[in-house]
């Protein structure tokens, strides 16, 4: 065999990617024969930790990677740790099902080995979310960070690790990539030890999980429309539109992109958005906004999750020192408008409109560009039209007189709490919810004969995988069938198609 054809088969980085992944496969199936009992003790521990690292972990990811608010990445580091536990603590996603009507007795199977990668905008709260998903569903998990954010998820990792291992984990099921490459990624991404693929990042890395050969969950990128009619509550949600455009400096992909407003109250508004820290720009700035913040068109990179201040200084502007939002009014949403995208700094678009339909339009008119299938939010009183909204914008989750940015994610409603929102078909997603433990497990379903003569059994007590007779548990079988020759050829294929992809990865 030619040198060539060496490093053809075997790519820079895959020999550690397979120990990482065989020592995640070992964990994983003895994992799987854990009880209900173990299971909350592991998770009890680990949400203790992480909750109480909390408060370090957001100032060492606001040092290392120059985005957010330390204040609000501790609240959602508690939220993704301790607050995630207490809301699936009551869950049960480890013992078997019975249903007695159905004659159907259901087990949970875990995955086995997750591979999970972490956004450099989020990093240490998606990585308390997906490690306490593995946990919950006695999944293994190797956690790939953003380079951007390498030092500190690394340490995060570790402490999870450390704290999950203590109370009776199976060592290696919870594993760090310590210095993330394209090479290593791409070939944990598609090593067929690799059970499922859970991406959280840009555009190309979601594509390249989808396209890794594996099963993967991946997500769509955000552009929430914001629409505020005439019957809304209007100093109410100029509150909760600046409060969360502008917590951790709009960093979350749920932040709201315009807000969209009919003319009637648009003038009282902007009156009460002022109030609470928005600066509104006038029409001869809102040029020097777009070029400064957005040139040859595109969000500049280096200012996601600044500041308004650092906005304003760097598009050139003079603004008041209490200044949380940049508002800058523009009239028409079409592709060509930088304003009308996605933006992850807090700057807001607004658009002013003649009534509810004109309204509806704007909005659906910005989903058209980006952002279909995640979310939008609508400050009214009027539950016509917020149906209305609901039925006609193509998102998936739509909150309802509440800022949007920890509304969609489940922190000011009663939605899933969740770092990562699925799109589903609209955004070309596999799932189409926020992403919960139940999408990490499958269900076992063993059915009876439906005819009323046959009898269901008693499974009341019995153990899966222990022969009582014996004693000896049985594995839950994670099994790894060789690739045939075609599946070869389909996976060099894939991962050229991947090692394009990536390279947006440590660019974003």
Known sequence: MSMIELERRDPPGAARAAMMLQRAHWAAETFARYDRTRVVRILDAVAEAAEAHAERYAEEAVAETGMGVVEHKVLKNRMLSRGLWDHYRDHDFVSPRIDHDAKILELPRPAGVIFALTPVTNPVATVYFKVMLALMTRNAIVVS????????????????????????APD?????????????IEALMTDPTTDVVVATGGGAVVRAA???GNPALGVG?????????????IAAAARHIIDSKSFDHSILCTNESVVIVEEEVADQLERELR????HIVDASEVEQVREHLFPNGHMRLDLIGKSALELAEAAQLKVPANTRVLIAPFSLVVPEEPLAHEKLFPLLGLVRVPNTRAGISAAQAMLRITGAGHSASIHSRSARTIMAYGAAVKVLRVSVNVGNSLGSAGALTNLSPTMTIGTGFYGRSSVGENLEPRHLINLMRVAYNADASVPFDDFTGLEPWVLEAAATP???????APAAPETDLLREEIRKVILEELKELTRQ
């Open 145 to 168: 960070p953003h380079p951007g954010a390498k030092h500190v998820c690394a340490d995060a990792v570790r402490m999870l690790s450390d704290a999950a291992v203590r109370a009776g």
């Open 275 to 278: 109030k609470h820290g928005g």
């Open 210 to 212: 989808y396209r890794s």
């Open 172 to 184: 290696g099921c919870i594993q760090i990539v310590e210095e993330p490459s394209i090479p290593l």
């Open 474 to 480: 049985i594995a839950a079988p994670v099994e790894h």
């Open 221 to 233: 990128p955000g552009n929430v429309p914001s629409f505020v009619d005439a019957t809304a509550d």
